[in-house]
């Protein structure tokens, strides 16, 4: 996958919220500036979103995400995660970059600002997921139309992973997995993932894997049967080897839970 992610987040506490209220979202996972040592760095998408949708723990924020070459900023709406649409392209959460081109180092801000005023009963969990390409890192740009044979990996994790309350993800750490999953003689391009028998909503992430060249792509994920999934684009050629998968999990409120996921490849001889 040549795309490398960075997600942003900010804790929102059960409280009144009202037009105007302002909060800045800290870097969580992936780099907090854009890469250097990679060659040319393309802007793909931003995601927004807030983790839960459950009833009382809902407040509304438009993100506001500006790199620091940048006048004006790019902003979309956070739609819960739990939401059955809330990945597909054509909502208020997603904005595609247009491959604007970014300068090495160069850092970003991200901020949320109260669209709509209320008052909420639980704490909740805002999000910006900041999709980069790495044109050097070879990669299929639409895997989901290249000619090969449809695969997919049941992958279950060897233990539990914590499900976190929503509103901790400032404190919440990703559980990590190191799994060599694929077949020898073949080449695989990501298509999809799906994420079952835990509760809740929250992030995937895949890095490490030969022919990453150490990027690290972070997925949002809903463990709802009808939800959309997130589009992958940009996908590595993957081959059979060590890699890391991780999982950041939210819910109403902190458990455990043993992720059931399945990989959506399409599978080439090499």
């Known amino acids: ?23 800045t979202l800290s870097i969580k996972a992936g780099p907090a500036v854009v890469r250097s040592g990679r060659g040319t760095a393309l802007l793909k998408r931003m995601t927004a979103g807030i983790v839960m949708g459950n ?28 939401t059955p649409t809330a990945l597909d392209e054509r909502t208020g959460a997603i904005q595609r970059g247009n491959d604007c081109p970014l ?8 901020e949320a600002t109260c669209v709509v005023g209320n008052t909420t009963t639980g ?36 233990s ?12 919440a750490t990703f559980n990590e997995f190191n799994a060599d999953i694929f077949k020898a003689g073949f080449e695989y391009a990501l298509q999809k993932v799906e ?22 792509r972070i997925i949002p994920i809903a463990t709802n049967a009808d939800s959309i999934r997130n589009k ?4 590595t050629k993957l081959v ?20 059931n996921v399945l990989l959506d490849f399409v599978k080439r001889r090499v």
Not at 75 to 80: E, G, K, M, N, Y
Not at 240 to 259: C, E, H, Q, V
Request: overall charge negative.
């Open 1 to 23: 996958m040549a795309i490398d992610s960075s997600l942003f987040i900010a804790d929102i506490p059960a409280g009144t919220y009202s037009v105007g209220d302002k909060v």
């Open 103 to 110: 300068t090495p180092n160069s850092s970003w801000a991200v």
């Open 232 to 235: 992958i684009e940009y996908a």
């Open 240 to 259: 059979k080897g060590p890699m890391d998968i991780r999982f950041l999990m939210f819910n109403t409120s902190a458990s455990t839970g043993t992720p």
């Open 55 to 82: 009833s009382g723990y809902v407040s509304f924020w438009k993100i506001s995400v500006k790199n620091s070459d940048w006048v004006d900023s790019m902003t979309s709406l956070t739609v819960p995660l739990s």
């Open 123 to 158: 704490a909740n969990t805002i999000y910006a997921l900041i999709d980069v390409d790495y044109p050097s890192v070879s990669s299929i740009v639409d895997p989901d139309i290249i000619p090969g044979i449809p695969t997919t990996i049941d992958y279950s994790t060897p």
């Open 195 to 216: 994420v079952v028998a835990v509760p809740g909503t929250g992030f995937m992430a895949l890095a490490n894997a030969a022919g990453m060249a150490g990027l690290c």
């Open 160 to 171: 539990t992973i914590t499900i976190n309350a929503s509103g901790s993800g400032a404190s």
